[in-house]
């Protein structure tokens, strides 16, 4: 092929390519799919850099940066006297295409732990809005102090917090191990708490650290799907336990299906809000001391409750023995800070803690900074008062809305925390169907049906987050609700 043709074939392709980006980088996209569609055959030079600049009415450097990048990747050579070639170290057979032309896509295989997160995914790309659950209101968050608080440290402490955080920033630990001393009745010291990138990490961390495939866990059904996907994704065995008035109801003799962890979430139960009785308590801890099994404590929104205190935790109650307590700041601060903290058993922080380095690597410790001054400053008690005041005043609304839009279909259970109320309809209705109507106005709901492992015990019902809903939006979204309910049993209200 003579210099001309391929200028014109270089060209041809050049247009082929996104209008975003820069002439060198759609000029060396260009090259590359003309290389590997055989376009360009092994051993083709290419024009000189000068008359290609020359063609394309582009600057000489332009052609000759593009020719070195392309030289160095493999795909061309250079000769001293020859020219510049396409490599002969690439095949010869290819069968050409056209600019912008598509092959097959080869069919996806996914690993069986692949296939299993897969099917498990429950997670919206809608995630804010009327009526989704577990999202708090972001509007309200000091902001402008954060960004203050974080700029500090990044301006004075630049080298020290752009390393690695082996456990996680110390002052942050501290001021953790006391406000759960206050709050939660735990006697923790700071070593015992690592700071982690989400809840889910801190739970994968404890299936890893503390399972084998194959193993047993007990889990809260209906209960909490994220949770339910991070152990199945481990080669876990899922139990779905029944939950009651009283929370988790496991059975009284194990047998041989006996977990090496339990699942729950004891202040309030997720989805259906429930508190975990004190018998249940007792009777749960001395069932994982008698069979050597861990408790995973699921503690989420303990600091949003309406009374004016919080629960103690099981944690607490164990005296730290064989119970691992997971918190998190995505409901209390904005759920993008990514920050969570797992507060492990003495005998469990050293493996716990290189453990999580390992797997994960640790950083972040500007916001974690940040985050020690928020609590050790007051504005994150002061931040919690106002948020409840605002929920409170939403959960309110949200209960009247219902009781006027749906009447005597839907009766509430729990509510005393978190960011949803859960509202179990009193006469058959399909649940996901309900859910896909109201989506087509840009409503989401949660089917409670979904929650449930057990199909036996399945229920329909909804589960409606109202924290991230303006009091004066409330209505009209559960018209909107009340319309697609009407559409579903058939009938005019």
């Not at 809260?220 to 991070?230: F, M």
């Not at 005043?393 to 925390?417: F, I, K, P, S, W």
Request: proline letters at 6%; charged letters at 25%; aromatic letters at 8%.
């Amino acid at each position: 092929m003579d210099a001309a043709l391929a200028a014109e074939l270089i060209r041809r392709h050049l247009f082929a390519q996104p209008a975003s980006h820069g002439l060198r980088d759609r000029l060396y996209l260009a090259l590359r799919q003309a290389i590997l569609g055989a376009e360009l055959a092994p051993g083709t030079v290419v024009p000189p850099s000068r008359l290609l600049a020359l063609e394309l009415d582009a600057g000489r450097s332009t052609v000759v940066r593009v020719y070195e990048r392309l030289i160095a990747e493999g795909y061309l050579a250079g000769a001293t006297g020859s020219g510049t070639r396409v490599s002969d170290a690439l095949p010869r057979s290819g069968t050409p295409s056209r600019p912008g032309a598509r092959t097959p896509d080869t069919p996806v295989r996914l690993s069986r732990r692949g296939a299993r997160i897969d099917a498990l995914a429950a997670s919206s790309p809608l995630q804010g809005g009327a009526f989704a659950p577990g999202v708090p209101d972001v509007a309200h968050f000091p902001f402008a102090l954060w960004r203050r608080l974080v700029a500090r440290h990044t301006r004075y402490e630049e080298r020290q917090m752009a390393q690695y955080g082996f456990g996680g920033y110390g002052p942050l630990k501290l001021a953790l191990a006391e406000y759960l001393r206050v709050t939660r009745m735990m006697s923790v010291q700071p070593h015992q708490v690592l700071i982690l990138n989400g809840s889910h990490q801190a739970i994968d961390l404890c299936a890893r650290m503390l399972c084998d495939e194959g193993d047993r866990v007990w889990m809260e059904d209906p209960g909490y799907w994220g949770a339910r996907t991070v152990l199945s994704a481990c080669g876990l065995q899922i139990d779905p336990v029944p939950v009651d008035q009283d929370g988790l109801a496991p059975p009284d003799d194990a047998g041989p299906r006996a977990p090496r962890l339990v699942f729950v979430s004891p202040s309030s139960q997720y989805p259906t809000g429930v508190v975990l009785s004190l018998e249940r308590r007792l009777r749960l801890l001395e069932q994982v001391r008698r069979i050597g099994a861990w408790i995973i404590e699921d503690d989420y929104d303990n600091e949003l409750r309406q009374e004016p205190h919080s629960l103690g935790s099981l944690f607490g109650l164990d005296g730290s023995r064989r119970v691992l307590y997971v918190g998190t700041f995505s409901k209390v601060m904005y759920p993008g800070l990514r920050l969570a903290y797992l507060v492990v058993p003495e005998n469990l922080v050293v493996p716990f803690a290189r453990g999580n380095a390992d797997l994960y690597r640790e950083g972040r410790l500007f916001e974690q900074a940040a985050m020690a001054e928020f609590i050790d400053g007051g504005h994150f008690t002061r931040h919690l008062r106002r948020m409840r005041g605002i929920y409170a005043e939403r959960r309110e609304t949200l209960r009247e809305a219902v009781a006027a839009r749906l009447g005597g279909l839907a009766v509430t259970h729990g509510g005393q925390a978190g960011l949803q109320l859960l509202y179990r309809f009193t006469q058959p209705v399909d649940d996901v169907s309900l859910a896909s109507r109201a989506l087509r106005d840009g409503v989401v709901l949660r089917p409670l049906s979904m929650y449930y492992l057990d199909a036996a015990r399945r229920t329909s019902g909804l589960n409606l987050g109202f924290a991230a809903v303006p009091v004066d939006r409330i209505e009209s979204a559960m018209t909107l609700v009340a319309r697609a309910l009407d559409g579903e049993l058939g009938r005019s209200r």
